[in-house]
């Protein structure tokens, strides 16, 4: 089956989730592609999709499912077209976080109104800080479940001192209340809305990213794998500039440069006649052994 183009009609952005585990970060991106699918703007995404946590992919136990790799999804915006990090709560894939929260334009911050900020929720705002990721937006999440509205303010209170405490500005940070769980139960109703103001704050919120289209190609390789019968793709990031079918780039890094030619870009699996610094891309590379690239 021949695979679908990718149609760039709208401003791409890069964003994802952060926050504690269990506080409902891959509950809330599977939302999200729920309520936007439910206007036409996405393809819906099941949690476990999301959640990719199989026994292939690492641990899990009986109770918990743990998000171990990143995992892309992508979803519109009335405006904007967006790739979206699910991104690890976990505190051993810190490292996972690193190279999916580098990548963002900003970040959701998910945390439970039940629990409040927990210690991941602080390590997540100082990493966020630490990696350049410059606006936050916070989705207090199972806020159905807290019988005091008194509680969720103050659990507001304190998340936005926590930001302020890390330099984000906490008192302009658009908080949106909601339960991702009752957003995908009911998708184009009232369980939806919080999902509908959070990409209205995004939208609003986050400035459109500046993109070094112009200066020469980087893409920083962040995983390589080949394709039985077609070659290796390398993934990652275009920093800047911008790459097409048939054109010539150079692979450096640990060992010896070396010159190839791309056969094809991909983004979401879909193919791209271009890739643009922003963009979150596959690249099959001619004539390239995966152990050649590090």
Same mark, same amino acid.
């Given at each position: 089956?021949?695979?679908?183009?990718?149609?760039?009609?709208?401003?791409?952005?890069?964003?994802?989730?952060?926050?504690?585990?269990?506080?409902?970060?891959?509950?809330?991106?599977?939302?999200?592609?729920?309520?936007?699918?439910?206007?036409?703007?996405?393809?819906?995404?099941?949690?476990?999709?999301?959640?990719?946590?199989?026994?292939?992919?690492?641990?899990?136990?009986?109770?918990?499912?743990?998000?171990?790799?990143?995992?892309?999804?992508?979803?519109?915006?009335?405006?904007?077209?967006?790739?979206?990090?699910?991104?690890?709560?976990?505190?051993?894939?810190?490292?996972?976080?690193?190279?999916?929260?580098?990548?963002?334009?900003?970040?959701?911050?998910?945390?439970?109104?039940?629990?409040?900020?927990?210690?991941?929720?602080?390590?997540?705002?100082?990493?966020?800080?630490?990696?350049?990721?410059?606006?936050?937006?916070?989705?207090?999440?199972?806020?159905?479940?807290?019988?005091?509205?008194?509680?969720?303010?103050?659990?507001?209170?304190?998340?936005?001192?926590?930001?302020?405490?890390?330099?984000?500005?906490?008192?302009?940070?658009?908080?949106?209340?909601?339960?991702?769980?009752?957003?995908?139960?009911?998708?184009?109703?009232?369980?939806?809305?919080?999902?509908?103001?959070?990409?209205?704050?995004?939208?609003?919120?986050?400035?459109?990213?500046?993109?070094?289209?112009?200066?020469?190609?980087?893409?920083? +390789? @962040?995983? /390589?794998?080949?394709?039985?019968?077609?070659? !290796? *793709? %390398? $993934? #990652?990031?275009?920093?800047?500039? =911008?790459?097409?079918?048939?054109?010539? +780039? @150079?692979? /450096?890094?640990?060992?010896?440069?070396?010159? !190839? *030619? %791309? $056969? #094809?870009?991909?983004?979401?699996? =879909?193919?791209?006649?271009?890739?643009?610094?922003?963009?979150?891309?596959?690249?099959?590379?001619?004539?390239?052994?995966?152990?050649?690239?590090?």
């Amino acid at each position: 089956m021949a695979k679908e183009k990718f149609e760039r009609t709208k401003l791409h952005v890069n964003v994802g989730t952060i926050g504690h585990v269990d506080h409902g970060k891959t509950t809330l991106t599977a939302a999200i592609t729920s309520v936007m699918a439910a206007k036409g703007l996405a393809k819906y995404i099941p949690y476990d999709e999301v959640a990719k946590a199989s026994a292939a992919q690492g641990r899990r136990d009986d109770t918990k499912i743990l998000t171990i790799a990143t995992s892309h999804v992508e979803y519109q915006s009335e405006k904007r077209h967006y790739a979206h990090v699910d991104c690890p709560g976990h505190a051993d894939y810190v490292k996972n976080m690193i190279t999916g929260a580098a990548q963002m334009d900003g970040a959701v911050l998910v945390v439970s109104a039940v629990d409040g900020p927990m210690p991941q929720t602080r390590e997540h705002i100082l990493l966020a800080r630490q990696v350049g990721v410059p606006y936050i937006v916070v989705f207090l999440n199972k806020v159905d479940v807290v019988e005091d509205p008194e509680m969720v303010d103050l659990v507001e209170e304190e998340v936005r001192d926590l930001l302020k405490k890390y330099e984000f500005p906490g008192d302009k940070t658009p908080v949106i209340r909601g339960s991702a769980l009752k957003a995908i139960q009911d998708p184009g109703g009232e369980g939806g809305k919080p999902i509908v103001e959070l990409m209205e704050a995004l939208d609003s919120y986050i400035p459109d990213p500046k993109r070094d289209i112009d200066k020469p190609f980087i893409l920083a +390789v @962040e995983d /390589v794998f080949s394709i039985t019968g077609r070659g !290796t *793709v %390398v $993934t #990652g990031r275009i920093e800047r500039g =911008k790459v097409k079918v048939n054109e010539e +780039v @150079e692979i /450096v890094g640990l060992k010896d440069t070396q010159k !190839t *030619v %791309v $056969t #094809g870009v991909e983004m979401f699996r =879909k193919l791209l006649d271009e890739g643009q610094a922003g963009d979150n891309v596959g690249l099959l590379l001619r004539g390239i052994d995966k152990e050649a690239v590090e």
